[in-house]
């Protein structure tokens, strides 16, 4: 028989088996070794064997099939039981139990064809439904907020405002500021970091007073990030993220380096 | 056995009612006469009678959708006495909470009422109309008149559930922060001042 | 009147039902028992004989329709009878092809649950992660967990659709394979061998 064999045709080594098996008609209980590793591995030389990932499968088969075959070939093994061990018998488990799944596979393909038919509807929530909006429960909403805490709140606003406008700088009336420069913003990281090793993203951010200085800052941590002096660790997703600061990281810093930033 | 509204052998006629049926729920939005009676390959008078038989039967007590005829086309829709029991499964509930900017846009307009909008987005220094929205919304603030000023801009103030939900009685129980914090931040000021010259 | 089966009182019962099908209308995706029984305000035992009750009303000749239930949720779909007229209306649901590789390996894994992929490829003897990721793909199969072992290999399990797919309601009900299946096995080799003898 001029075996011309796709591999494409068997699963795997196991599948080939089993085919050889049935070809047979074999009792899977009592493979004949000798008989079907001579078929498995005239197989295995039709095969083509460009694929080299396919091939090293049947491969691993073809050695575990010659083993059973010597082992065939001397006094049997005895378990602590003293039964003699039969050197085909792990194969076998392997055989039927892929054997099951495959037969478990077919059960499964006749499913999905009957399943196939059910023709299912999308959501459509009528827009009543989809503009409701839960009343608002303002014990609920109000819960923990005090008149003192508002009082606070208000205080803030305010003295941020205050921080705005800075009553020296603007008695000179227009003044452009000077931009925010990355060497200071690193430096003034650097500073920080050293004094509290550990600290939030966030409260390093406070700091700031205006988006550009914001940006800055931001830009500053990422570049501490990636050298190494820093690193970063967040809780949960859109947690405060933490900052840590890396003694042991060597990279030296010195303000010229740090003007190459800019 | 022929059903006499529709002239369909009444065997028959249920297998009808059941394949419109899969065919209205799986399009979801309406389809046409036509359509339907191509579907279940009758004639469009015998399927508009069919249909109108069944949308009697979706009538029933039982049933929580109903057909809806648009222009000779038929969509099945919820009934709308069930929406409240929808309300419940389809609404995600959504954490109504305070946000930062609320706060500090009602603690403004605590404290500096009556006030324009134009006037607590100088304070803040951003937008503030989506905050202002929303604390209407929650029946915290409210209209209480319009600026004499170009524009006419209008005036917010804190409503009588807001110092209900607080628990004062008056605006005049709110801890005083004003009088000293302005006289504070005038004498920082100055003193700032001072320094530098 | 109280209904035996669900102990509910027969007009309520009614005006339940047809909440419940107003909801699986409503959401067409699969919903979960704790919704429902919140959405009609019945604790979970009771909703859950209900949607039971409804279930066998929905088995009726007229209905097209039909709740599938899937591991403690539910879902309408149209019965298969009427698939023949539905896609002479609808647009055939665009349905995967799957390799006999694929089924293979999701057998495995719908039985093993969960499964690495190292045990997968165990008793196939080849490897499978084309077919493992192409199974994800399809959302048939995903990521459960890691296994508590070296190098803390990604565990696999069926998905819900999974469930829908195959028109199962539980894993439960899967296609009893194990040792009935292997004696079949045990006897059909016998047989064959009686033959040759």
């Known amino acids: ?262 | 056995m022929i059903n006499p509204q529709t002239g369909v052998e009444e065997v028959e006629l249920e297998r009808l009612e059941a394949a419109i049926e899969a065919i209205l729920f799986t399009m979801g939005n309406s389809v046409e006469l036509s359509k339907i009676a191509a579907a279940i390959e009758h004639d469009e008078e015998t399927t508009r009678k069919i249909i109108r038989n069944l949308m009697l039967k979706y009538d029933r007590a039982d049933r929580g959708i109903k057909i809806l005829e648009l222009e000779g086309s038929y969509q099945l829709c919820t009934k709308e006495e069930y929406f409240e029991q929808l309300i419940r499964v389809a609404s995600q509930p959504k954490r109504q909470a305070l946000t930062e900017t609320m706060l500090e846009t009602l603690s403004i307009i605590a404290y500096k009422q009556p006030i324009t909008r134009i006037e607590i987005e100088k304070i803040r220094g951003v937008k503030s109309d989506h905050a202002v929205n929303r604390l209407i919304e929650y029946g915290l603030i409210e209209e209480v008149g319009r600026l004499d000023a170009p524009g006419r801009p209008i005036l917010f103030a804190t409503t009588e559930e807001f110092l209900r939900s607080f628990g004062i009685s008056s605006l005049g129980d709110l801890p005083q922060a004003s009088p000293e914090m302005v006289e504070e931040f005038k004498e920082e000021a100055e003193e700032e001042i001072e320094v530098e010259t």
Not at chain 1, 116 to 124: I, V
Not at chain 1, 163 to 184: E, H, Y
Not at chain 1, 214 to 242: N, R, Y
């Open chain 1, 1 to 262: 028989m001029g075996i011309s064999v796709k591999l494409e045709m068997f699963e795997g080594p196991l599948d080939l088996l089993l085919h050889l098996i049935d070809k047979n008609k074999i009792d899977i209980y009592d493979i004949p070794i000798v008989e079907i590793t001579a078929q498995y591995m005239e197989y295995v030389n039709a095969m083509d064997h460009q694929d080299l990932d396919v091939i090293s499968e049947f491969l691993v088969m073809a050695a575990t099939l010659l083993d059973i075959k010597s082992r065939m070939l001397l006094p049997p093994d005895e378990d602590e039981e003293g039964e003699e061990i039969d050197p085909r018998e792990e194969l076998v488990e392997r055989l039927l139990e892929y054997k099951m799944y495959k037969a478990m596979a077919q059960e499964l393909k006749d499913r999905l064809t009957d399943a196939g038919q059910h023709l299912y509807k999308p959501p459509t929530v009528p827009p009543e439904v989809a503009k409701y909006e839960e009343p608002v429960d303002l014990n609920r909403l109000l819960d923990g907020l005090t008149l003192r805490k508002l009082e606070d709140i208000f205080r803030q606003v305010m003295q941020r405002r205050e921080d705005k406008i800075d009553p020296i700088r603007s008695s000179f009336g227009n003044i452009r500021k000077d931009p925010v420069r990355l060497s200071d913003k690193l430096l003034h990281v650097i500073d920080y970091a050293q004094k509290s090793p550990r600290f939030s993203f966030r409260s390093l951010l406070e700091q700031s007073r205006e988006k550009p200085e914001v940006v800055v800052t931001f830009l500053a941590v990422l570049e501490l990030i990636k050298i190494g002096k820093l690193s970063v660790a967040q809780e949960k997703i859109f947690a405060d993220i933490l900052l840590e600061w890396n003694p042991d990281n060597t990279i030296e810093l010195r303000k010229e380096d740090l003007e190459q930033y800019d």
